[in-house]
T-cell receptor, first 118, second 117 residues
Framework: NAGVTQTPKFRVLKTGQSMTLLCAQDMNHEYMYWYRQDPGMGLRLIHYSVGEGTTAKGEVPDGYNVSRLKKQNFLLGLESAAPSQTSVYFC?????????????????FGSGTRLTVV | AQKITQTQPGMFVQEKEAVTLDCTYDTSDQSYGLFWYKQPSSGEMIFLIYQGSYDEQNATEGRYSLNFQKARKSANLVISASQLGDSAMYFCAMREPGSYNTDKLIFGTGTRLQVFP
């Protein structure tokens, strides 16, 4: 019953370094998302994917890239980290939802990655 | 643009009392969905309850109920018989109207609830 797994859980980067956050889901969901959470701002969508091999920009995509080479994995990359990217990152997934499944499960979120860029 | 507004940055409630967390939304679409999530201090996002815009009955799930007033565009979360474990951040979210081929969610800024003995 793993659901959505994010790795790593914590990371400290120096300005200019690169890294990749991995999101893996075992629910055969079509849709996957990356959000960032900053104090006082709720969650904001960075990028999303509606299927293997497809990605699209969300509300705050600058400075990030994503890839979805396999249906179960959604990678978020930071090519040159900046202090403004210090945040908590959440991955989420959902299927082609019906009202019934939404009532039961909502969207499934990972446990988050706390990233600090110094 | 679609928007979710949570006007209460923080709320306090005594154990065993009921509390209402406010959420208003702005959309011109007729078909949409509203969610509430709980985020405890451990950080994970826990799904609580969902209400579809065409659902005739207000959603309920255990001690959680959603007071859905479509004309007012509000979807307030009511927690009955509060428990100490209810202390957390609560987020209201809306399935972005027109996004049924992408299923994007937009979130409010959250309300921090503290339950005291």
């Amino acid at each position: 019953n793993a659901g959505v797994t994010q790795t790593p859980k914590f990371r400290v980067l120096k300005t200019g370094q690169s890294m990749t956050l991995l999101c893996a889901q075992d629910m055969n969901h079509e849709y996957m998302y990356w959000y960032r959470q900053d104090p006082g701002m709720g969650l904001r969508l960075i990028h999303y994917s509606v299927g293997e091999g497809t990605t699209a920009k969300g509300e705050v995509p600058d400075g990030y890239n994503v890839s979805r080479l396999k249906k179960q994995n959604f990678l978020l990359g930071l090519e040159s980290a900046a202090p403004s990217q210090t945040s908590v990152y959440f991955c989420a997934s959902s299927s082609l939802t019906t009202s019934r499944t939404l009532k039961l499960y909502g969207y499934t979120f990972g446990s988050g990655t706390r990233l600090t860029v110094v | 643009a679609q928007k979710i507004t949570q006007t209460q940055p923080g709320m306090f409630v005594q154990e065993k009392e009921a509390v209402t967390l406010d959420c208003t939304y702005d959309t011109s679409d007729q078909s949409y969905g509203l969610f509430w999530y709980k985020q405890p201090s451990s950080g994970e996002m826990i799904f609580l309850i969902y209400q579809g815009s065409y659902d005739e009955q207000n959603a309920t799930e255990g001690r959680y109920s959603l007071n859905f007033q479509k004309a007012r565009k509000s979807a307030n979360l009511v927690i009955s018989a509060s428990q100490l474990g209810d202390s957390a951040m609560y987020f209201c979210a809306m399935r972005e109207p027109g996004s049924y081929n992408t299923d994007k969610l937009i979130f409010g800024t959250g309300t921090r609830l503290q339950v005291f003995p």
